[in-house]
């Protein structure tokens, strides 16, 4: 038996208007945004790590999650069990240098970035991936997977401007990583 599809019409006029239910909860009162969301509204200055000193996705993920602990994000033991969770999924290196570590973490109230540089290039992921020298590390609420996705592709999009990865790596502090995200972030719609 063969699904089919029959096409009904209606007099014009005839299509009712739809209403919301009073019932039913408007996604306006959701966590969505219909505004452009901007990196710097989401990026702790407290969760920069000028020079990761792991060696290997263990080490970055516990180094990450411990910085993020320290500074209240989320307890620590949660945010490297759901990094870590991700990881063995799917890799998070986007190639060139960069990888976005991310995850649902329960207890947070809306997304969190981070960002952490390594002193060299560390080997995070399938060995036929390139060595990861910054990582963006992006923890969202569960209930904010709208927000999620489109703060991934607004960190892409940023990478991707040209030499954004090599101004990151020359910031000489917190402060100069936090400026140079926030200058790029603000060249683009």
């Known amino acids: 038996m063969h699904d089919t599809c029959r096409v009904v019409l ?8 739809l209403r919301p239910s009073p019932h039913v909860p408007s ?3 959701g966590p969505t945004r219909a505004t452009l969301m901007r990196l710097s509204e989401f990026l702790r200055p407290d969760f920069v790590l ?16 411990a910085r993020a602990g320290s500074v209240g994000v989320a307890p620590e033991t949660v945010i490297a069990e759901k990094l870590l969770e991700r990881e063995e999924l799917h890799t ?17 109230t809306q997304p969190v970035i981070g960002v952490a540089l390594a002193r060299d290039p560390i080997a995070f992921g399938p060995n036929d991936t390139d060595p990861v020298r910054v990582f963006v590390v992006l923890l969202s609420p569960p209930g904010f997977e709208r927000e999620h996705v489109k703060l991934l592709a607004r960190i892409c999009r940023l990478m991707r401007h040209g030499g954004f990865l090599d101004q990151l790596e020359a910031a000489a502090d917190d ?15």
């Open 92 to 108: 998070t290196v986007m190639g060139s240098g960069l990888a976005i570590p991310h995850a649902t973490v329960p207890g947070l």
């Open 175 to 189: 402060e100069g990583i936090i400026q140079v995200i926030e200058a790029i972030d603000s060249q683009h719609a």
């Open 10 to 17: 209606l007099p014009l006029g005839a299509i009712p208007t």
């Open 50 to 65: 000028l020079h990761l000193e792991a060696r290997d996705v263990r080490g970055v993920v516990e180094e990450v999650s």
């Open 27 to 29: 996604r306006a009162s």
